[in-house]
């Protein structure tokens, strides 16, 4: 299974901003896609997932009202709208997947390479 992240760079304090994580070389709807990031000097922590239907969704508690995870099947694809991104969002996001609950970073079975995210006050 390969994870390709795109759409991070710089932006401006309150200015949305939309991830986007291609999936490919696995089975199709099999698994949980999620997002993490890890910001400079710390761990990696969870931010969203959502289940291989896209009908649940669960989110770290700093992130509800921040960040709104989504996906298309057909596109084999995991959204991360940042809605209003602060500095403190300033991190390397990564998509993950796996074909259990995705909730944490213990267990995660696929990485994607991440895409970095500036945002300047």
């Known amino acids: 299974v390969q994870l390709q992240a795109s759409g991070g760079g710089l932006v401006q304090t309150g200015d949305p901003l939309k991830l986007s ?13 999620g997002w993490f ?4 000097g710390r761990e990696r ?8 239907s896209g009908g649940t969704t669960y989110y ?14 057909n596109k ?15 991190a390397v996001y990564y ?9 944490n970073v ?3 079975k696929y990485w994607g390479k991440g895409t970095q995210v500036t945002v300047s006050s």
């Open 60 to 73: 770290a508690g700093s992130a509800k009202g921040r960040f709104t995870i989504s996906r298309v099947n």
């Open 95 to 103: 998509c993950a997947a796996d074909t259990f609950q995705i909730r």
């Open 45 to 52: 922590e969870f931010v969203a997932s959502i289940s291989w």
């Open 76 to 90: 084999n694809t995991v959204y991360l709208q940042m809605n209003s991104p602060q500095p403190e969002g300033t």
């Open 37 to 40: 990031r890890q910001a400079p």
């Open 21 to 33: 994580c291609v999936e490919s070389g696995g089975t199709p709807g099999a698994y949980e896609m």
């Open 106 to 108: 213990r267990g995660v």
